[in-house]
């Protein structure tokens, strides 16, 4: 048993997450953490109150600034992480989300969502948050001798696309899309030993969407009541659900899966409703 638990290991591994400081990121760094990985915080945010709060439990983790929708800028935070790590073995592409422009209202018809927020939205999710640092990175990647992983953050949107936001939903069936193509791509042209899967997140209840789940009362909004109705677990999830299958996905004991999308929603992808 200690032998296959050996398996889901990251000791020796080195861990890039782009997005880092986020809600998704953090929890996730945290989680690779404890796993045995070396960290990489790349965000465009601050990291350096999450990079002592790791640093102080024993993670080995360190901040870096990047800006995602900037290759350049991936770059030239590529060359410094290089500089400490010499290796990357995992690339977490955890940069995303929406803006209230780009989303349907009572004030904001479809018919009148600008070009740009779309624009600025599906680039986040899909360039900035998927294609763009898969390329940087990727490139030193495909010559591990032992290869890697990138995991990609997609969404339920994937699966089916939510009311009100729909420049997010496409760039997130995209991202699950690029997620598949990339891994046929660098296993057939260049190291079959580098994975590409992603995680689809269901419901979470963060202090980024609490407002939208929940009133002051904590009671459940429509919205949060027709989730609830919908997830078969009738329950809303943490970020910390996403550790175990990020763990798995980055380590050995995922060695001969590539190009899938694991849903960590509760049941909610499997519900018809009926």
Known sequence: MKDILQRFSLEGKSVVITGGAGVLGSVIAEGLGHAGARIAIADIADTKNLVNKLQEQGVDARGYYMNVMDTEKIKASKEEIFKDFNQIDILINAAGGNKKEATTSDELSF???????????IGLNLFGGAILPS????????????????????????????????????AKAAVSNFTQWLAVHFAQEYNTKL?????APGFFLTNQNRFLLTDKDGE???????????????QFGNPEDLIGACVWLASDA???VTGIVVPIDG????????
């Open 111 to 121: 018919f009148d969502l600008p070009l740009d927020a779309l624009e600025k939205v």
């Open 135 to 170: 390329q940087v990175f990727g490139r030193d990647m495909i010559n591990n001798p032992e290869g890697g992983t990138i995991i990609n953050i997609s969404s339920m949107n994937a699966f089916r696309p939510l009311t009100r936001i729909p420049g997010y939903s496409a």
């Open 195 to 199: 994975r590409v899967n992603a995680l």
């Open 220 to 234: 459940l909004t429509p919205r949060g009541k027709s989730i609830i109705d919908h997830t078969p677990m009738a």
């Open 254 to 256: 995922a060695r001969f």
């Open 267 to 274: 049941g909610f992808s499997a519900f018809s409703g009926v």
